[in-house]
């Protein structure tokens, strides 16, 4: 008696978007399903999304996001997988000023902004008095009130007045969305600083507690709030590209994704390519790792819910200009890793880093600065050119610093979109969104726009993605006799 062997069905799973979601997405599928056919498709020309690298100076610098969080496992955890863990790093000083009030002020031990010690504040230089005496009164308030999500700008204003708001808890939130806290949600932008007041009455108490908790013990070292990558954190996303081709994986670039669409036999079908020379590319899986903007675009007629919700995820607009000077030409003292502007003072810049005093990495002789420009609802100063906005930027860090110092290099960098907005509501509008992407076999989303904009929360989502895949495609095929 013969028997005959048919050799196992290989699925095909397509990632959409190679920026960092994307990319731990298609990792993880290789990793927990080594058989699989999986394929990365990146509509530009490099892989990596806002995790991008640059050379300025003849130094390699991170032109998108320049560190991560050290607390959340995600980041640290990749960067190890794909054989950077020896070059994991951590900054060199960590302390951070406020501009405001004609000088760079240190900014004073808070939970996201609000204060954890109003003495030390009041002497900071970055509040007034009748703003201390004002937010002294919110312990007698009743406790806030959880019920029902409210925006970050409401609550503060409401509890500790419009001056802490606008000179401490805008900068910082600023800092992470690129957004406004008359806009933010509590729940979904302020997560931190929601889990502290479910275990305490109000802001200041939950500021003072969980500071204190946060605190190493006499004679300890704190541990790390963040890490980054010897030559940029961009090497996370190109040694992730890397490893995902090493495991079999495919990473297409410039190969744009037009129209995602469900066969009548339950596959997918994306048209991929320019319109006058598409390509048909099926699958049995879809991860979708893009923005919110083009998600909606992608789904409008396999997943209308998913579209609609997404298209009102907003997002921010910013630039990034990098400068690099002779580091012994520099007579300005510029102390801890850099500062933060609010926007009430109205600056063009709204945070600068001081990148070579950040981290260990670069050369000596080299002073390399960053500054951030846009928030969401104020694009209109992203309408100047690359040199306005480079001359703009320099105005702002000599009247904060006083530096002087010629240039020797320059970089500005657009990110349309780079920012989504957690708008009062998001955590159920995500909610929606999940919902919907269930009811639809085979697909699957992750990215930042959902779950957290942080390099590792956008990495867990597609971790998240992957596992959702791998568990609805069932056991790896077998040989059958």
Known sequence: ?????????????????????????????????????????????????????????????????????????????????VGLAADVVHPRVVNAGVWTRGAVHSLPPTLMGVPADLRVAARSGILGRAAVARARLEPRLPAVDLSTDTSIGSLVSRRLGREVLDRLVEPLVGGVYAGRCSQLSLFAAWPQVTAALRRHPCLLRAAEVETAAARPPEGQARPPVFAGIVGGVGRLALATADEVERLG???????????????????????????????????????????????ARLLAKVAPTVAVEAARIESASLAIVTVAMDAAGVSADLRGSGFLVPPVDGTTIKASTYSSLKWGWFPDDLLV?????????????????????????????????????????????????????????????????????????????????YDGVGIPAVIATGREAATRVVAALGPAATMKA
Do not use: F, N
């Open 369 to 449: 600065l960053r500054c951030s420009i846009g928030r969401h609802g104020d694009e209109a100063v992203l309408q100047r050119d690359d040199a306005e906005l480079l001359d703009a930027a320099m105005l702002d860090l000599r009247e904060a610093t006083g530096l002087h110092a010629p240039l020797l290099d320059a970089v500005v960098t657009r990110w349309g979109g780079a920012l989504p907005q957690y708008a009062v509501g998001h955590l159920d509008r995500v909610a929606r969104i999940r919902t919907a992407v269930d009811a639809v076999p085979g697909l699957e989303i992750c990215g930042g726009a």
């Open 249 to 295: 994986g495919k990473l297409r670039r410039r190969a744009p994704v037009r129209e995602l669409t469900l066969t009548p036999d339950g596959r997918w079908r994306l048209v991929v390519g320019a319109t006058t020379a598409p390509d048909v590319v099926d699958a049995d899986a879809v991860v979708v790792a893009v923005p919110a903007a083009p998600t």
């Open 1 to 81: 008696m013969s028997s005959t062997v048919r050799a196992p069905t290989r699925h095909h799973v397509v990632v959409v978007g190679g920026g960092i979601a994307g990319l731990a997405a298609a990792y993880e599928l290789l990793v927990q399903r080594p058989e699989l056919a999986v394929t990365v498709l990146e509509g530009a020309d490099q892989v990596g999304g806002k995790l991008r690298l640059g050379e300025l100076a003849g130094a390699p610098v991170d032109l998108g996001a320049e560190s991560m969080l050290a607390r959340r496992p995600e980041g640290v955890d990749l960067a190890a997988a």
